[in-house]
């Protein structure tokens, strides 16, 4: 896959605070990457470096579209910002053909996209509303479909799933997906790690501006992402600490979870459960995106959410 955004050494400060430092990344056709980081931690200072909005002190930003070097192109990207933007006293429809019009897509062909999108999402019946009398879900699907509704070669949404209820949620990681698979290059900024987990196939993760971790993300899962037993049941009494290759136990509220040690045999641990532990229900999963994080940037512990 070629890369169409290429990242190269950007740093910038804010009144002597440097807020990105020295970052370096690629996004290719056809794959979605997560620049994941709690609220601070150069996200969205990073994404309008890239857009143009405020420029880097060091390093640069390249575009390549269609395979050649190219200097920023608005018709080819899409942009959903964190903050919301529609024009409250105008009908949706109106404002998508508008928002589509200034990227100098056609306007049929832009009309046909955005009623199909306004199916999808539920707003069939809205397209005639001012976006005023929208709730704040359908209002971030409305600026979601203005993102991509021409077709842009390079997606980037800043914490797109904000507002949305967790059906909302589960129809917008199956569009994001859908605009990798057509060829798109998809950028997701969100501190939301749980929700972006399934969707991205690579992370970059940043603290403070600078990068943690990046890489594909099965890759991280395989060599970050050690073993957790979650029990429901009420387990207080029950004493895990003679079991060799765990880790560390945490219990709260009936549920415990049972992080192993890196190399530790799951079966073999489950069988060495104490006589008497009440399980009503066990799962055995990796630890997450989120616990890795937590893990790097936490002096190393396993922090639960």
């Not at 910002?81 to 006293?89: N, T």
């Not at 196939?201 to 890759?219: A, F, H, K, N």
Request: with cysteine; hydrophobic share 40%.
């Amino acid at each position: 896959m070629a890369n169409v955004l290429e990242i190269d050494n950007i740093s910038k400060e804010f009144s002597g605070k440097t807020v990105v430092n020295n970052l370096s990344c690629q996004v290719r056709t056809g794959e979605v990457l997560g620049l994941l980081g709690h609220n601070g931690a150069g996200k969205t200072t990073t994404i309008r470096c890239v857009l143009g909005i405020i420029r880097p002190d060091n390093g640069r930003v390249l575009f390549r579209f269609n395979g050649e070097s190219s200097q920023l192109l608005p018709a080819l990207v899409g942009y959903l910002p964190e903050e919301r933007g529609l024009y409250k006293k105008q009908k949706v429809l109106n404002i998508l053909l508008y928002l589509a019009k200034l990227k100098n897509y056609p306007v049929e062909r832009a009309r046909e996209r955005a009623r199909e999108y306004l199916q999808t999402f539920g707003l069939t019946d809205w397209q005639n509303s001012k976006a005023e009398e929208l709730s704040k879900g359908m209002a971030q699907k409305v600026q979601f479909i203005t993102a991509v509704l021409h077709e842009p070669k390079l997606v980037i949404l800043d914490e797109p799933f904000s507002g949305l209820d967790p059906v909302s949620q589960e129809q917008l990681k199956a569009e994001i997906r859908t605009l990798a698979k057509k060829g798109a290059a998809v950028v997701l900024s969100s501190h939301q790690m749980h929700l972006v987990e399934e969707v991205c196939d690579r992370i970059l993760l940043l603290e403070r501006g600078q990068t943690v971790l990046s890489g594909e993300l099965g890759q991280i899962k395989e060599q970050f992402a050690d073993f957790k037993f979650e029990i429901i049941g009420d387990n207080t009494l029950t004493d895990f600490s003679a079991i060799k290759g765990i880790r560390q136990v945490k219990q709260k509220a009936g549920r415990t979870v049972i992080y192993l040690e890196k190399g530790a045999d799951p079966l073999q641990i489950m069988h060495s459960l104490p006589a008497g532990t009440v399980i009503k229900e066990l799962t055995l999963n990796r630890v997450s995106l989120h616990e890795i994080y937590l893990s790097m940037v936490g002096g190393g512990a396993i922090n639960e959410k």
